[in-house]
Structure formats: C-alpha cells, structure tokens
C-alpha cells in the first residue's frame, strides 16, 4: 500500500475529518493538516469548533451546517464545491454522519459527483467495542435510543433475537430509565457492558449482567454522568432452541407446502430439528 505525506488539500473536494471525543491528543496529524489548509470548515456548531481550531492555532473560516438547516445549505455547500472550494466536514465529537450530521451533505455530494475523502480517527462505537470485550467479529450499531419507554422496549423487542452485539448511544439523564426498559424484555442474565467518558479523566468501562449492571448504577450516581455507549451481547441461540429464520422460513413454507414439507425443508435449512419445527407449526400456524 503506498503512503502519502504531503498535506495540501485537493480542490473541488469534500474531506470528512474526526474530532476528538474527548482527548485532544487523539486528533491526527492528517486531520489537523486538512483543517488548516481547507478553504472553508462545514461544522455541526461553530462555537465548539471554533475551541478546538483555536487550540490548534488553525484560523480557517467555519460554516454552521447541523440538523436544523443541513438539507437547505447542502446545495450552498455543493455549488462552492463545484467551483474549486474545497471543504472540510466536522461534527463536535467524533466521526460525522455516526450518529450526528452529514449524511444529506455527503449523499447530495455523491449524487452530484463532488469527491467525498474520509479521514479515520476518532469513533465512540468502535473505541468501546475495542474494550468492551464482547464478540466483535459481528456487531450491530443502533444509535441513540428512543426517547420514550414504548419506543424503547420496541426497539428492545425487534432487537431481542438478533445474535450479533448490540451498540447503543444515551444520555446521562436517560440511561436508568433505558436500562430498565431492557432489563423487562431482554431479562436479567443478558451481558452489558457500559462505556462512558471515553478518552476522558474519568473514562469508565464496566461490564455485568444487566440485572448487576443496573445495581452497580445505583450505588454511586457519578456512574451515571457523561456519555454513554452501551453494548449488549448478543442473543444465544440454546442446543434446542429453534431459531427466529428458522420459524420465519417454516412459516414462508407452509403458505405454499403442507406443514410437514415445510418442517422438512426449513430444518434441512437452517440445521434444526424438523419435528420440533413441526410441531412449532401445529401450534403456531393456522
């Protein structure tokens, strides 16, 4: 793979630059070379940014681009970068678009054929997963939870049988509320882990049964103050659990197929039992 040091910027040309979640240190050599050297900085809100372009003696001019006016200033931003601006896209914290604004810009850019490049660095999802110490070969990120309790046990619901990990974003001021919320469907023994202040003095990562979780909380209320990402395994399908595709698939069948043909094929499938699916069928479908 080669390398490339230089750090000029392309014209015509819209870069995603990371920002620190937390430790300024954690900023790249590559992203603090973009942001000088752009013409113009696209930022989620001016002020914030503005701290950390001072910080870094950078004097770059900063245009407020958030969820508010995002899709009305896109085509602005697009025509100047039709005439030659090059423009770098920043969010408070992190990557943009995880979870924070970007995405209409970067589409609209896509489909007018401006030049988008990404720059790696800071993301709160893939730093906790680093250490959560749950399985990462497949995971699952879900964003900021419901604000309301129905929202989030539905969410919680669609989501119980999905076997990869689970990533979440909350607020401090819901994060009790949330975990109760999954606590009444997901049950008790699911392992969670939860990651706050990352990068930060008081970076904690702590991981428990949910039931233990939400008791460690209660004991000291500063564990319930900054940022949160919170993972939660997977579900694990039991030796003789039948799982969720396998009942879809049987129930597919049976539209077509007499039950028995179903239970036959689904099980060849997906590997299960097909008396057992079988059986599912008689008492579950009409």
């Known amino acids: ?85 090059s423009i770098a896209l920043v969010s408070d914290a992190g990557t943009p678009l995880i979870s924070d604004p970007g995405y209409h810009l970067v589409n609209r850019c896509r489909q007018a054929g401006v030049k988008v490049v990404p720059l790696p660095g800071p993301c709160a999802v893939i730093t906790a997963l680093s250490a959560a110490g749950l399985p990462s070969n497949r995971f699952s990120f879900e964003g900021f939870l419901p604000p309301k309790s129905k929202g989030r046990r539905d969410c919680f619901q669609a989501l119980a049988a999905d076997e990869r990990t689970l990533i979440f974003y909350e607020s401090p001021h819901r994060i009790t509320d949330s ?39 209660k004991e000291d209320s500063n564990r319930t103050r900054g940022e949160m990402v919170v993972l939660v395994t997977g579900h694990r399908v039991q030796k003789d659990e039948l799982s969720p595709d396998a009942l879809r698939t049987v129930g597919l069948l049976a539209k077509e197929l007499p039950l028995k043909k179903a239970a036959a094929l689904a099980a060849e499938i997906h590997g299960a039992k097909k008396n057992a699916l079988y059986k599912w069928g008689l008492e579950n479908l009409d």
């Open 179 to 217: 975990l109760a919320d999954m606590l009444a469907v997901l049950g008790p023994d699911r392992q969670v882990v939860l990651a706050r202040e990352l990068t930060k003095t008081f970076e904690t990562i702590h991981g428990a049964p949910l039931g233990e979780l939400i008791e460690w909380l």
């Open 1 to 85: 793979m080669s390398e490339t040091n230089s750090c000029t910027v392309d014209v015509a040309t819209l870069y995603i630059v990371p920002t620190p979640i937390g430790n300024l240190a954690d900023i790249t050599q590559r992203a603090l070379d973009v942001l000088a050297n752009v013409d113009l900085i696209a930022a989620e809100d001016t002020r914030h940014t503005s701290r950390l372009l001072s910080h870094f003696s950078i004097s770059t001019r900063t245009f407020a681009l958030h969820d508010h006016n995002e899709q009305q200033k896109a085509d602005f931003l697009i025509e100047k970068l039709q005439a030659g601006t």
